[in-house]
């Protein structure tokens, strides 16, 4: 088969690394890639905004199925379109099923609909709406949430009551992120464990590919700005089989069920942001993909050919598939640039690279190739992977690695795959 992939990004280098070993696939294409899908993809410099331009590349070349990575091309609707233009398989929910991660507002008021548990909330459709209620509110901190895609940075736990009405303000009459944050949902701040379920769905049935926690804030100790993500590790380690049972029965069913009766069809990854808190989980987002940097830890987990799950998925026949997941634990250590996420440089040479064991997985995120030199280009870099037996010694082995790559103001987090945290 021939398969693309679309994005950039350490995610979709996971899912190129992890399709260049399925037994179905004869060539692979990464859309538009980075310096390391290339070495099992073809990478092409298509914009992922252009659908009219993916469609003709994707008849041109008999492309058989397409696998997007990120959000937002799911968002605007390429399951739609290439389906409709080229009759290729996309893999993926349609723009229609996409506001599970797409609009905050329409997925609280869908899980509230359904019966899945969440963090209590108000739908906020204007600043002086937003300040009247906050008047009404007395225990703090709250959450306030854009309810559009915001790239992840569309968050803010407001600690008192001023600071939550500057950030309505913020959010709302400054547009803080366009359109995206004019309505926004305020919520419970729920305390607990953290951690993220990964599903294959065809809408009816389901497969568990795997469990993680992903450490979102930039500096060591959960200190500092929120991150796309700078590090992760899988499964997730307070995650037992109660825990993990009580998690489908609570959260995972009830959603399935929910779409099923409201008709909404949905195929593809459905990731559970989570969180377990005393009075068990609870879901704090929907996404309609995999995760950044959860994709790194949980596929090289993944025993299956992935295109035998995607397929089952395809053909309605998930409840045949038998999903096996790796005993051993794996750990993935985000390189960053200093001063991510919020102003960083670009174009930085990376030195070291070829240094690396076999035993860790490179996976590149924003880098760039010039003249057969690696470059930095983004605020998550570079992804380093290992699998083994426990997680002391993959983060000891993970972090004498990253000791081998040099760039100009190089910035990780130390306390990635420390199990204090869980305690
Ligand atoms: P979200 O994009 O909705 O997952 O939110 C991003 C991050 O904000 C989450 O991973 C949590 O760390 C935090 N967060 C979101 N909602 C809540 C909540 N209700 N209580 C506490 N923390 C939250
Ligand atoms: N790591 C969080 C996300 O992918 O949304």
């Known amino acids: 088969m021939k398969v693309m992939v679309l994005g950039k990004g350490g995610r979709e280098s996971a899912i190129v690394w992890k399709l260049s070993m399925s037994s ?16 099992y993809a073809h990478n092409i410099q298509l914009n992922l905004e252009d659908f009219k331009t993916l469609a003709e590349f994707v008849k ?13 091309p799911i968002a605007n609707g390429i399951k ?3 389906e409709e233009k080229t009759g290729t398989y996309v893999f993926s929910p349609s723009s229609k099923s996409s506001f599970l991660e797409a609009s905050k507002i329409k997925a609280k008021q869908f899980m509230k609909r359904n019966n899945v548990p969440t963090a209590d909330f ?3 459709e204007s600043y002086e709406g937003g300040v009247n209620y906050l008047n009404l509110i007395e225990k703090y901190p709250v959450v306030i949430k854009a309810d559009g895609l915001a790239q992840g940075k569309g968050v803010s736990i407001a600690q008192s009551h001023i600071e939550a009405v500057s950030i309505l303000e913020e959010y709302i009459k400054g547009k803080k992120f366009g359109e995206a944050s004019t309505r926004v949902v ?29 450490y979102k804030r930039a500096f060591d100790g959960d200190r500092g700005p929120n991150t796309g ?10 995650l037992d089989s109660g825990k993990r049972k009580i998690t489908e029965e609570e959260i995972i069913k009830p959603t399935l069920e929910g779409l099923i009766k409201e008709a909404i069809p949905y195929e593809g990854f459905l990731y559970f942001g989570l969180i377990w808190t005393e009075d068990g989980p609870k879901v704090l987002e929907y996404n309609v993909r995999l995760g950044d940097p959860e994709a790194q830890v949980i596929l090289p987990r993944l025993k299956n ?10 053909e309605r026949r998930l409840n045949q598939v038998v999903v096996e997941i790796s005993k051993e634990v794996c750990m993935c250590l985000v390189v960053a640039s200093g001063g991510y996420p919020v102003e960083y440089e670009k174009g930085k040479e990376i030195k070291g690279l070829e240094k690396l064991s076999h035993q860790v997985i490179l996976f590149h995120a924003g880098t760039e190739e010039r003249e057969n030199k690696i470059y930095t280009a983004g605020g998550r870099v570079l992804n380093l992977v290992a699998m ?7 983060r000891r082995h993970i972090y004498r690695e990253v000791e081998k790559i040099h760039f100009e103001n190089i910035f990780y987090r130390r306390d990635i795959g420390l199990m204090e945290r869980w305690r």
């Open 24 to 39: 179905y696939i004869d060539e692979l294409y990464a859309v538009p890639g980075n310096p390391g899908t290339k070495k």
């Open 60 to 72: 041109e070349n008999k492309i058989e199925m397409v696998i997007p990575g990120p959000e937002t």
């Open 80 to 82: 739609d379109y290439i």
């Open 122 to 124: 108000r739908i906020i």
């Open 186 to 214: 305020i919520e419970e701040f729920l305390t607990g464990y953290e951690y993220s379920v990964f599903i294959i769905t065809d809408g009816r049935d389901y497969i568990w590919i795997g469990d993680a926690c992903d």
């Open 229 to 238: 993500g700078m590090g992760s590790v899988s499964p997730a380690p307070f």
């Open 305 to 314: 050919d992935l295109m035998d799950l995607i397929i089952a998925a395809k």
């Open 388 to 394: 083994g037996k426990d997680f002391e010694n993959v």
